[in-house]
């Protein structure tokens, strides 16, 4: 039997996974709300799946935070004491990521071994061309996509379904946070 495995994005109202500029971390829009949801659906036991990408740039951000950035949320803080398989083929153990360690080969094979011989639910937060690449092979098994009440159209980075393939989308949750921030989760199908 094989597990679910989520993709769980940050997004704004357009499409972008971040901005440049003097934006904030959640667009300056987080709110209480949105910071007790994300600590429930990390406190469930799973296993956090990064791109090598990914990976570095959480690490990067960690290390460079103040005890009070957002990067050290509690969320955050129990995303990062999960099990976490990174998939690389650059990056070596030790990570500087307790319990981490590293899968080497095609994220595609990798992810589709997890799936079936890991015992708790698989998770992913960013790693987005890996991600588009394991939609486009049918192993996403839920989007969970929060959107932040932000148009970044000049400022806007790292487009979260550029070159994607076409999907047909199922809505299996909705919720709104703190009055202004939405979380859609969807069951993605091949169009």
């Known amino acids: 039997m094989t597990v679910t495995y989520t993709f769980d994005v940050f997004a704004s109202l357009d499409g972008f996974g971040s901005a440049t500029g003097d934006w904030t971390g959640y667009w300056g829009k987080q709110g209480p709300e949105l910071l007790q949801h994300r600590l429930a659906c990390y406190s469930e036991e799973q296993r956090m799946v990064f791109g090598a990408t990914t990976f570095r740039d959480f690490v990067r ?55 079936e011989q890991s015992k708790v639910p698989l998770r992913s937060h960013g ?32 487009p979260i379904f550029k070159g ?15 009055g202004r921030i939405q979380e859609l989760v969807y069951r993605p199908t091949l169009h």
Request: cysteine-free; glycine content about 6%.
């Open 61 to 115: 951000m960690l290390a460079d935070a103040g005890a009070e950035a957002d990067v050290r949320d509690p969320w955050v803080t129990r995303m990062r004491n999960l099990p976490a398989t990174v998939i690389s083929n650059t990056l070596t153990e030790p990570l500087d990521w307790p319990g981490a360690t590293v899968e080497r080969g095609d994220a595609v094979e990798v992810v589709a071994r997890l799936k």
């Open 127 to 158: 790693s987005l061309a890996m991600n588009r690449a394991l939609m486009a092979a049918g192993l996403v098994d839920r989007v969970q996509v929060t959107i932040f009440p932000v148009i970044t159209g000049r400022t806007g980075a790292a």
């Open 164 to 178: 994607a393939a076409d999907f047909d989308l199922e809505l299996l949750e909705s919720r709104t946070l703190d």
